[in-house]
């Protein structure tokens, strides 16, 4: 069978993967936000191997080389330096623009600079810091210094560049400062508090969700209701009031998007027993589901199915009971009972979730129903507020953070990272990306700091390669945060404000907004505020929704009774300051 013809996605996607492979990842970022959302879901990804772009460029040059020492009869012939396909003269590394920061002793060797470098913007006395890439010499120059004769010979029978080289070690751990980053424009961040106009609402905003794929759709709720809001373009978004309780015995526990944002399920709770009500794109009603014995805590729709997981907990004892939307049964399969509170449930793949509760996290196998296959106890009764997953070339990993102990832990890898914060954590958020050996998470804590941290799965080493902090006022505890879609950019958010960082290069936000003053209300952050029917109060990590739309370019957050909607616009990384701007566009909620 003869090879695909060769299409730019082609050649976008080896590029693409040159630049990952290299630790350009600021400039990969760049050209899939350009060319493809996602690239690892192209049918020829899998087959791509590691470095697959220099390799092939070797072929072309040995090919070339072989082209042109022929003649038309296929005689073999001399050929001159001039023959060769870079020409004569090699590439040398002083011909390379150097990515050093200003100031940088440029009469100092590449090697002096690496170790006086510090990691990340501070180097810790008595410690060794590592040459990092920017002072090895680039694939490019190593490409063709490697195709001129008289050079040594790094392929293999195949042509293959060898993988023999010895990968550079991932940067020690930053414990002490901020990330100062790679500047690649200088670092001048934009605070914008243009005025809008907010309308309160009787009960707190606890969600905020932007339908899949759609970045003019968004759902909001609280325990008293349930609207969806149709933005279009400069006119004033539109909202369509789905559920309105005023005050009783009933109220919105959970809503929650399907994979292809067709459908929304919104569970309410009455008196101890659950109800899910399924709503199209337009907020009108299209399904009523056999109703749950329980109060229904959390569901969570398949990524890649119709399946959606519905779980009824209480203090003592919980039930996941799966509903196939697809299949329309008439009563839910029999629920997998467990003996423990679960918080939160994260699906890993087509066939499995896991669930946290107070010491353990639970792997469980999906198919027509839920079965438990694996426990996996932590050495005391930690409470496991934050549970996220990934399926990675080395097989599912699930990621779990306790908020009162501050700790991390891995249960699938058995890694703990104990003391991940010194104050409470308040969120945690696994950084989308390619199936690798390595995934990157974020954490977040009250003491107004993001962590950005790296994990090897196989060595079971984890470094924390960033520290972002939300600023020095006491009410900028960092609520939450997370990754937009293609992970370029993290945000994070307080009571007041929110910050964007850049993932590759760190350092200071790139963009941020903060509250006028009239929109934040003077709460005692340490006041508990009661919740409907045992559900989570305001001051639980479900009442500060902070979410991305499809295209990243948008955020929503839910800031006590209100919603903001920041439009982001993301710089070019060579263009001038000043940094990417927040637009606010309001959402009028009324109640």
């Known amino acids: 069978m003869a ?12 590029i693409w993967r040159y630049l990952q492979e290299s630790g350009h990842g600021d400039a990969a970022v760049s050209l899939q936000r350009a060319w493809y959302p996602d690239p690892q879901t192209l049918p020829f990804a899998p087959y791509i191997k590691t470095h697959a772009l220099v390799s092939l460029v070797q072929k072309g040059l040995q090919y070339h080389e072989l082209e042109t020492s022929l003649d038309k009869e296929g005689n073999r012939i001399t050929i001159s330096p001039s023959d060769y396909f870079f020409g004569p003269e090699r590439l040398e590394n002083g011909l390379v623009g150097s ?33 990092d890439d920017d002072s090895d010499e680039s694939m490019e120059d190593k490409a063709q210094t490697e195709s001129q004769p008289g050079s040594p010979n790094p392929m293999d029978g195949d042509g293959d560049v060898s993988m023999a080289e010895e990968i550079p070690e991932p940067p020690v751990t930053l414990e002490n400062g901020d990330s100062s980053g790679i500047q690649i424009a200088p670092a001048k961040t934009v605070d914008l508090t243009p005025d809008t106009a907010l309308l309160d609402v009787e009960n707190h905003v606890s969600q905020a969700l932007w339908r899949p794929r759609d970045p003019t759709t968004v759902v909001v709720a609280g325990h008293e209701f349930c609207s969806l809001w149709k933005l279009s373009g400069s006119a004033e978004p539109v909202e369509k009031k789905i559920v309105e309780y005023k005050k009783g015995n009933t109220a919105v526990s959970n809503v929650t998007w399907d994979a292809i944002g067709e459908k929304l399920a919104v569970a309410t709770s009455t008196n101890e027993k659950g109800t899910i009500t399924m709503y199209n794109t337009n907020g009108d009603a299209v399904d009523l589901l056999p109703e749950i014995p329980r109060i229904i805590t959390g569901l969570h729709w398949s990524d890649v199915s119709s399946q959606l997981v519905v779980v009824g907990s209480n203090d003592n004892i919980s039930e996941l009971a ?20 679960i918080y939160t449930v994260s699906w890993c793949g087509r066939n499995q979730i896991f669930a946290s509760g107070e010491g353990a996290i639970y792997q469980c196998e999906v198919d027509q129903s839920i079965r438990l296959l694996n426990t996996f106890s932590s050495r005391d009764k930690t409470t496991w507020d934050f549970l996220q997953c990934a399926q990675t070339a080395l097989g599912p990993v699930a990621l779990a953070a306790s908020g009162p102990a501050s700790s991390i832990w891995i249960p699938t890898h058995q890694i703990s990272i104990p003391n991940a914060h010194p104050e409470q954590i308040t969120g945690l958020e696994i950084r989308p990306q390619s199936n690798s050996q390595r995934i990157s998470f974020a954490s977040f804590s009250q003491g107004g700091k993001a962590k950005v941290w790296q994990v090897d799965l196989e060595t079971r080493d984890y470094h924390c390669i960033h520290q972002f902090s939300l600023g020095p006022s006491p009410s900028n505890n960092a609520l939450t945060g997370c990754f937009s879609p293609d992970g370029y950019a993290l945000a994070a958010a307080s009571k007041d404000r929110i910050c964007i960082w850049n993932v590759e290069r760190g350092g200071e936000p790139i963009s941020t907004w903060t509250a006028p003053q009239t929109e934040v209300k003077k709460e005692d952050p340490d006041r508990p505020l009661n919740g409907h029917n045992g559900l989570p109060t305001p001051d639980s990590p479900s009442y500060w929704p902070l979410a991305w739309d499809a295209d990243g370019k948008r955020l929503a957050y839910g800031l006590n009774k209100k919603v903001q909607s920041l439009k982001w616009i993301p710089r070019p990384v060579d263009a001038p300051s000043p940094v990417p701007r927040l637009t606010n566009i309001p959402f009028r909620l009324q109640s």
């Open 99 to 131: 990515r050093e920061p200003v100031g940088t002793d440029q009469s100092a060797s590449p090697s002096q600079v690496a170790r006086d470098r510090p990691v990340n913007g501070h180097a810790e006395p008595g410690r060794q810091i590592r040459k």
């Open 322 to 341: 799966l509903w196939d939307d697809d299949r329309r049964p008439d009563a839910f399969p029999p629920a997998q009972v467990i003996q423990d509170h």
């Open 3 to 14: 090879q695909p013809d060769l299409t730019s996605h082609h050649v976008n996607y080896l």
